[in-house]
């Protein structure tokens, strides 16, 4: 037929497919300007390549296909700025919100490079008592068995909605535990009592509703240990031993913090904990 494409054609031209033409007939965004009745075979004008062509060019701009529909069939020119400008100020929406993204994701990475990188003091011997300062953290209301680990694991996903706009705990080390002091050495309990506990300086302006915790200033034993930090685990039966042989007790609860978690990693010999455990001489 003269001076018209038929759907094959016109899709070369127009570098789509021909099942993106079918789509947008069957949808009323763009008919063909004849069918035939026999073969079923789609006819566009030439005349419709304009019409096409911006309908492609607004699709590439990111715009959605009912927003084109209704500019195709009510095109103005205070129209079409109205459209570019509500694009110009949903993309620059988008932007922003993906620009933020792209610097967490650079940090998460810096962490994880950092993490895999850090010689762990994971040994007794690199083991370090330290004077440290009070620290301050948010924590859940009540301690919970260790085999209780689902709970525990629901008090840490509930604290988190206490953090600032953008913080995520993915890939970081905010997320702590407390081991309370008396079953961390009690041989009848056979299970730390925990509780999830965040850092308080990451949380949002304090609105009367916080648990808190503050780490007192004084002597701790620093150090590291692998897998995962249990009761009669090769770490917890260390600093036990270690307390006994440099004649120290516990004087308060054990802080835990996740380096290498199970976030990042299913395989346990990855995972790699961080302990501070409050002490004083015999």
Known sequence: MKNYLNITQLSKILNVSSETLRHYDRIGLFKPDYVDPDTHYRYYSISAI?????????????????????????????????????????????????????????????????????????????????????????????????????????????LKSNLNDRIYIFATNYVYSLIEKNSFSDEKSKSFLRKAALPYDLCKKDDGKYTYFTAPSGLYLCGSGRKLFKYNSDTHYKILQWLKDNEYKICGDVIESDNIDISLTNDLNEVIFDFRVPIKKL
């Open 50 to 158: 304009e019409k096409i062509d911006t309908i492609l060019e607004l699709k590439n701009m990111g715009m959605k296909l009912s927003d084109i529909q209704y500019f195709i069939e009510n095109r103005t020119l205070d129209l079409s700025y109205e459209l570019l400008k509500q694009k110009e100020k949903d993309l620059s929406s988008e932007y922003s919100k993906i620009r933020m993204q792209l610097k967490t994701i650079r940090e998460k990475l810096k962490n994880i490079k950092k993490m895999k990188n850090n010689d762990y003091s994971i040994e007794p011997d690199a083991w370090t008592v330290k004077e440290l300062g009070d620290e301050k953290f948010i924590v859940t209301d009540s301690f919970k068995p260790e085999i209780q680990l689902k709970e525990y694991l629901l008090d840490v996903t509930k």
